[in-house]
């Protein structure tokens, strides 16, 4: 029999019947009804060739055959049981691995994690610079990205999609602005990110569209002052991942806490 081809759902209604010796208590541990258990049995001595249960006047009993093979069935689930673990390890780990880009680590998102681990000292975590960082090479649990949405991934956003304009005089462009505005003209200085977009602005060297998260940041750690107002854009800094480690519970815990405000 090949290994794709186990029964593994008869298998494990033919393992609680063996237990209990009775459909119905089978029935009542699986939450199905006994009819059900009666067909999956059915269904196994079919693809087995064998007869697993004898009805007698004292009730069920289990063959030989079934006997013979029972003892490494249960060793069987025992090892499934423990492949679930060790896949599931990972979901009770304390280290987080996050990617983001550098000027929103210093300027955000270090004071929260800071804030997170004095709630929950075992937390220890990775950073990777760069938004872009692929999940899977990486390892990564998490990635802040200064983008329009999650896409394909499920993410959750970290406040309003909004920029702020700093700086006179010529516009700088930087890979994440994206302007709507293409009546202003093409950029004439270009940087990499907007972090450098904002030191260029604050230097002179002309005008600068920039998330407002990160530079409430910068306010709030005293690396800048600016009175400008926010305005709203298509882009905003989320939060993101694929789905798999989106779901584990240290991932969950730290989302919420860092979409708390």
């Not at 990486?138 to 999609?161: F, K, M, T, Y």
């Not at 306010?219 to 600016?226: H, Q």
């Amino acid at each position: 029999m090949k290994r794709t081809h186990l029964p593994l759902n008869a298998l494990r209604v033919f393992d609680a019947a063996a237990r209990h010796l009775s459909f119905t208590r089978a029935a009542d541990e699986l939450a199905v009804t006994p009819a059900a258990v009666g067909q999956q049995i059915r269904a196994l001595e079919d693809v087995l060739g064998v007869v697993l249960f004898r009805r007698t006047n004292k009730g069920l009993e289990l063959t030989d055959e079934a006997q013979a093979g029972l003892g490494a069935l249960r060793t069987g689930f025992l090892h499934f049981e423990e492949a679930v673990q060790a896949m599931q390890a990972g979901q009770s780990s304390h280290v987080y691995t996050i990617a983001a880009p550098r000027e929103f680590v210093s300027a955000w998102l270090a004071p929260r994690l800071a804030a997170f681990r004095k709630d929950n000292p075992q937390a220890r975590f990775v950073i990777v610079d760069g938004e872009a960082a692929d999940f899977t090479e990486a390892n990564l649990d998490l990635a802040v990205r200064w983008i329009d949405g999650p896409g394909d991934l499920e993410g959750s956003p970290l406040g309003p999609p909004e920029r702020v304009v700093l700086g006179d005089g010529d516009w700088i462009g930087w890979p994440g602005e994206a302007s709507e505005e293409a009546e202003e003209g093409s950029p004439v200085i270009a940087v990499s990110d907007a972090g450098q977009a904002i030191a260029a602005a604050l230097a002179g060297l002309g005008r600068a569209r920039v998330p407002a998260l990160l530079v409430a940041g910068m306010v709030e750690a005293g690396l800048l002052e600016t009175k400008a107002q926010a305005e709203p854009c298509r882009r905003g800094y989320w939060l993101v991942a694929p789905r798999p480690q989106w779901r584990q519970k240290k991932v969950q815990a730290l989302v919420a806490a860092l979409t708390s405000e």
